[in-house]
């Protein structure tokens, strides 16, 4: 096997993993690992990228001693400063933080933060330092330094989300960790959005069967207020079917999380829909204002939008919803026969109408708009109903 060939599978393994398909890493460096003709250097690389499956798999007591492995070779053979042993070492950083090692966790963060790494380049290493940055900040958190553990994760996620985009999958796993800490902190209204992005980033990029985008739902469920079953600002109308889903069941109560991982199992567009959704999880009490003067949060000095002249038609199967063009684009939910509403799509700035199809013509819905936008404030989410059937 040529060089050529190895670095292309190896890229390949990256990209699995940058997707989340973590069996298809799997079986992937399994394979790679069964050529005899790998080089040490190659071998090396295919073992670190096994562990960090693994891990992501919950195979911890196999991901710890391959981490573990991996880290003492590379530092062995390329030094402590090297890309590679920098990489690895992150890598065994996450899987002690996984086991509770917060001490040792904490150690190997910051050697890999003080390594010297470029972390301007778009290599997976540099990837991996950003991501160590956002794993010392959630280790701060299980460690109840709330107030540190949010000004940095807040910092880390900017940072992240600039180098990487919104859409990526780290940029929405940690867009809700600091959702579910700015609900624990109290500022339920930056929550919401950042909750929102997530879920709505999920469905976008994981579509709504995903283990995560599932899980995001069942906690917005769970903490959201249903909306009403009257008619808000229409008389009652007659629809006909929607095979909506209803609302999933909601998680029980509030939790904390020793680990570093994601808050929900497995693990794009960003959404803001003010007075829809809530937070997650309740950790601890108290924390600062965020970093000033980054997008992560939008400032009171942000322009507003809000939804205006919102109609609702009867399509026979469908609704109908209209409303005046908006700057930004708009969220939509759907609330059906008051359970709590769930995201179904957004749309692009100036879009005037959308149609929800095959609705349940014996079931009352809600539909719901709220604009979307990731550097503005907002006013409340706007909705109409059909009222009773």
Excluded at 33 to 61: C, F, H, K, N, Y
Excluded at 259 to 272: E, F, G, T
Excluded at 296 to 311: I, K, M, N, R, Y
Excluded at 335 to 348: H, K, L, M, Y
Aim: proline share 7%; net charge negative; aromatic share 6%.
């Amino acid at each position: 096997m040529s060089t050529v060939d190895v670095t292309e599978r190896l890229d390949e393994v990256e990209r699995l993993i940058r997707g989340w398909d973590f069996p298809g890493a799997r079986a992937a460096v399994q394979r790679l690992l069964d050529e005899p003709e790998l080089s040490d250097d190659e071998r090396l690389t295919a073992r670190r990228l096994l562990a960090e499956v693994l891990r992501e798999l919950g195979d911890l007591d196999a991901a710890y001693d391959l981490a573990e492995a991996v880290a003492m070779q590379a530092e062995r053979r390329y030094g402590q400063t090297h890309p590679s042993t920098v990489h690895a070492v992150a890598v065994l950083a996450a899987v002690r933080h996984d086991y509770d090692e917060w001490d040792e966790a904490e150690r190997l963060y910051h050697r890999v933060l003080d390594s010297g790494v470029d972390e301007d380049g778009p290599g997976p290493v540099a990837r991996a330092v950003r991501l160590a940055r956002v794993n010392l900040a959630l280790l701060q958190r299980d460690r109840g330094e709330t107030a540190l553990a949010l000004a940095m994760l807040n910092a880390a996620y900017v940072i992240h989300r600039r180098e990487y985009g919104a859409e990526d999958l780290d940029t929405i796993r940690i867009a809700a960790e600091l959702a579910a800490l700015l609900y624990a902190t109290g500022d339920v209204l930056q929550a919401r959005r950042l909750f929102t992005l997530a879920h709505a980033a999920a469905r976008g990029r994981l579509g709504t069967r995903h283990p995560f985008t599932k899980a995001v739902e069942w906690e917005l469920a769970s903490v959201e207020p249903p909306m009403p079953s009257a008619p808000i600002s229409m008389p009652p109308l007659v629809v006909d079917p929607v095979v909506v889903p209803p609302a999933p069941p909601a998680a029980s109560g509030a939790s904390s999380s020793s680990s570093s991982r994601a808050i929900w199992p497995l693990l794009s567009v960003v959404v803001l829909l003010a007075g829809v959704f809530a937070g997650l999880w309740v950790w601890r009490h108290g924390g600062p204002d965020l970093i000033p003067d980054t997008p992560a949060v939008a400032s009171s000095s942000s322009p507003e939008f809000a939804v205006q002249d919102l109609t609702l038609a009867d399509g026979g199967t469908t609704l109908t919803v209209h409303w005046t063009a908006l700057p930004v684009g708009v969220v939509i939910a759907l609330s059906r026969a008051g359970e709590p509403p769930a995201v179904v799509d957004t749309v692009p700035p100036g879009t005037t109408e959308y149609v929800v199809h095959d609705v349940d013509p014996k079931a009352a819905y809600c539909v719901v708009l709220g604009p979307v936008d990731e550097a503005v404030s907002v006013t409340a989410a706007t909705s109409v109903c059909t009222g009773d059937r």
